[in-house]
């Protein structure tokens, strides 16, 4: 996963036109690594279909 993680992050930065200096490439790595893995946890949590969506506040 690792170098596809490397590769998804070469394509997004040249698609957002955002230069990543070598010297942040593992920190980037690393909190998209942290930001995958919440949101796995996310993903896997079950919910049952009777479950209601939250209401929406504006202020």
């Known amino acids: 996963m ?3 993680l490397d590769d998804y992050i070469d394509a997004v930065a040249a698609a957002l036109s955002l230069p990543i200096d070598a010297a942040w490439k593992p920190a980037v790595k690393m909190n998209l690594e942290v930001s995958l893995r919440m949101a796995r946890l996310v993903d896997e949590f079950p919910l049952p ?10 202020a």
């Open 2 to 4: 690792s170098d596809s």
């Open 49 to 58: 279909d009777e479950s209601e969506t939250a209401d929406i506040y504006v």
